[in-house]
């Protein structure tokens, strides 16, 4: 067991018991950046469906008479299993069998769960020691108030799986019999959680909690979220980026039947400070409001509207505190023009990121220098289920209900915009079909608030796949040139690495190979553009590991090297005699899991001569990633029929969830690397649903991804966004093997790679 203070309130500890009407309700939040200053609304006790009699021991936990475990997860969930892993650390702490475990999605309340931020690979990291002290606490108020009840020492009072058990007067008692008295107990303000050799339910893989209701189709998401009297919301947009409206005709659409409005909201008043994660490429709105989405589809069509194209726009942005300026120009923008602008941006004198010795003599004396460039489209996110909320708006309140990744952020922009107390905002979490950092921009939230505000009723807006390819929010374009100087004996001496995009460049300065290298260089630049670019599955580090290990590749086969015995030496030097002092990685655990998935993959051993392999590795949110892929020729084409993949993470919550994070990780690489791209032509997108936006396939998922975890007990350090960047540079490198040539311009499966490589 290890020491671990909580974080207790005493004055939250009491307003909260006095909601439960004198029951057994404990509210306490263990995160010390929460302040406990609210009481819960009583109407979100209703919608967790919580029995009277039950007892809340703390923020998280629910004990029932009859010893069922109610835990409630934080944090919204998308389909990285939080359902299932936050709740097993709560388990485990607090000593119960997991197969009287109920798990509840909890509702967004900050002062209660802490941030409830599903993003960036931290749900299991942020909540790694808050979940474990609230979980270890009210096993010892257990404890305690056995030890009072049964008038023994408490040290003497043991747990084994809901049991509270007192071996000297042989006594026993259930979870549930002890969790009123409980209830009564004071917080402990020191508490003992345990030792990774302690773990029983964390490191055991479990299934998700979700899954029989996910497979029998039962009501989970927000597109299946109901009320009575509810009505439904389409937008018209734009039919491009950089176009608003100018005026419109609603007299057809409302001859249509079941129409009941057709009205233009705007989405932040002008003027007004934009925050992180609000965007507003279109601000004012057309919406059609009717009682069934058929009905609001059809009228959508008899819309007769004008638009024009928007000016530049200047305004300074609130980036969580930190103010930034930005410009969003004018103009109808296309992918032809975008790539000719990177190319000339490219040969400009750029920002410099990191220097490290003198790269520019290094260059200037090298015997031989290669350099190559890279590029990259836009991506759509492209969620199974499109963008919709829920909202009920009147001049005392609002109940909204979809599926968000960020709910505290869009708490505070629907303040504003509502112009309510945030006690007066309630927002339910629904599970996500799908985010990977797009619903972590929730104007769609905003958009169904505005709207039921104006059209006076509960409404849901519903976007259809169409509304979101053509006007969601994507990965940007990127590029970057990599340079490469060595000498007469073919040793590195110098690296360069140059990146741009649109609107923002990609370049990680601080990370591999910066730090194993005398003299390097990075430098960046970047387009501004009115086209919408948000997180996109590891941001930035998608495009760079693609990037980055498709060079060092090529790299290593120019000094004559294994591709992963160079970058073994090259993580040696970084560890044994670094250059600089900021390189965010650490060479120990980035050595260890490409040393895992060599051995793991019998690399250069016989026996795999059938397959063309490539190999990549990368750091990112904190994790580190490596894969070889297995490719083969297949009806002609390109195929990954195998793949081999090691993880550094940290302790493994749930290994059964961890493997399938990977798997589909690498199954969304693979698609995204040969087909994934959005093009532009005046504005417009291209794309607009599958039919024209190539996504893999199921018959083209590779028939065998075997997976490792580099064994540690280091606290857990992410695992949904870091196995997706290197599966392209993987990919790459095998494909260079299977077709003998390099591909360099992303997606490698389409005739845009042919268009710009010539």
């Known amino acids: 067991m290890n020491n671990c203070q909580t974080t207790y309130n005493r004055r939250s500890f009491l307003k909260a018991s006095l909601l439960s009407g004198g029951g057994m309700m404990l509210s306490i939040s263990w995160l010390s950046s929460v302040k406990a200053t609210d009481i819960p609304a009583a109407n979100k006790m209703q919608a967790l469906n919580l029995p009277p009699q039950w007892a809340q021991l703390n923020g998280y936990i629910q004990i029932t008479p009859d010893n069922v475990i109610k835990l409630m997860c934080p944090n919204p969930e998308f389909g990285q299993n939080v359902m299932t892993s936050l709740p097993m650390m709560l388990a485990e702490e607090l000593d119960v069998n997991w197969a009287d ?113 996910i497979v029998t189709g039962k009501p989970l998401f927000g597109l299946d979220f109901r009320q009575e009297g509810m009505l439904i919301a389409m937008i018209q947009h734009p039919p491009a980026f950089g176009m608003k409206l100018k005026s419109f005709d ?77 410009i969003t120009p004018a103009g109808l923008e296309s992918t032809t023009a975008h790539l000719d602008k990177m190319k ?120 259809s796949r169409e509304d979101d390819m053509t006007y969601g929010i994507y990965r940007p374009m990127y590029t970057a040139t990599y340079r490469a100087a060595l000498d007469a004996n073919k040793n590195l001496v110098a690296f360069h690495v140059k990146g741009g995009g649109v609107p923002e460049h990609p370049i990680h300065a601080n990370r591999f190979p910066a730090g194993a290298v005398d003299n390097y260089l990075a430098e960046g630049w970047q387009i501004p553009s009115n086209i919408t670019i948000g997180a996109f599955r590891a941001p930035r580090s998608n495009f760079n590991a693609a990037a980055e290990q498709s060079f060092l590749d090529e790299l290593a086969e120019a000094m004559g090297k294994d591709p992963i015995e160079f970058r073994l030496e090259l993580l040696k030097r970084a560890k044994e005699n670094p250059v600089g002092k900021n390189n965010d990685y650490d060479p120990d655990p980035y050595a260890g899991v490409l040393t895992l998935v060599r051995d793991k993959s019998d690399w250069n051993k016989p026996g795999h001569e059938k397959y063309s392999r490539g190999v990549a590795a990368y750091f990112c949110h904190n994790s580190y990633a490596a894969h070889v892929v297995d490719m083969v020729t297949r009806d002609g084409q390109p195929y990954v029929e195998r793949v081999f993949s090691a993880m550094d993470c940290g302790i493994v919550i749930n290994p059964e969830s961890a493997k399938n994070m990977v798997q589909g990780a690498v199954v969304d690489g693979i698609g995204n690397a040969f087909y994934g791209a959005l093009t532009h032509k005046n504005g417009a997108a291209e794309q607009s649903n599958f039919h024209n936006y190539r996504i893999i396939r199921h018959n083209e998922a590779p028939k065998q991804i075997e997976v490792y975890f580099v064994e540690n007990d280091i606290d857990p350090t992410g695992l949904g966004e870091p196995p997706f960047p290197p599966v392209f540079g993987a990919v790459a490198n095998a494909l260079y093997k299977n077709k003998g040539k390099r591909f360099y311009n992303q997606p490698f499966g389409s005739e845009l790679e042919k268009k710009i490589s010539g």
């Open 344 to 463: 000339e941006w490219a040969q400009k004198p750029a920002t410099e990121l990191r220097k490290d010795g003198d790269p520019e003599t290094a260059f200037k004396n090298a015997a031989q220098v290669i350099e190559r460039t890279y590029t990259a489209p836009f991506l759509a996110h492209n969620c199974m289920e499109p963008m919709n909320f829920f909202a009920h708006v009147t001049d005392e309140k609002a109940l909204l209900a979809g599926p968000l990744q960020a709910p505290g952020i869009a708490e505070q922009t629907l303040a504003k915009r509502l112009d309510l107390p945030a006690e007066k905002i309630e927002i339910q979490m629904t599970r996500m079909g799908g985010g990977f950092g797009r619903r972590a921009y929730s104007h769609y939230l905003v958009e169904a608030a505005l709207i039921s505000k104006k059209a006076k009723a509960p409404i849901k807006l519903v976007y």
């Open 250 to 326: 609603a007299s057809q659409a409302l001859k249509m039947p079941g129409i009941n409005d057709v009205f233009s909201i705007t989405l932040f008043e002008e003027g007004s400070e934009r925050g992180a994660f609000e965007t507003r490429s279109f601000n004012e709105l057309l919406v059609v409001v009717g009682k069934t989405t058929w009905e609001v589809m059809n009228a959508r069509k008899k819309l007769k509207a004008q638009w024009e194209t928007t000016p530049e726009i200047k305004e300074t942005m609130n980036a969580f505190g930190r103010k930034v300026e930005e």
């Open 101 to 213: 475990v109920v798990v509840e999605m909890a509702p967004h309340d900050n002062t209660k769960f802490g941030s409830q931020f599903t993003g960036g690979s931290q749900s299991v990291r942020a909540y790694w020691k808050p979940l474990r002290t609230a979980g270890a606490a009210a096993r010892q108020m257990l404890r305690e108030a056995a030890a009072q009840t049964w008038n023994v020492p408490v040290e003497e009072v043991t747990t084994k799986t809901g049991m509270i058990i007192h071996e000297k007067t042989m006594r026993t008692a259930k979870y549930g019999e002890m969790a009123s008295k409980a209830a009564g107990i004071p917080v402990p303000k020191d508490v003992k959680v345990k030792t990774p050799k302690e773990f029983s339910i964390v490191r055991s893989p479990q299934k998700n909690v979700e899954g029989l209701k």
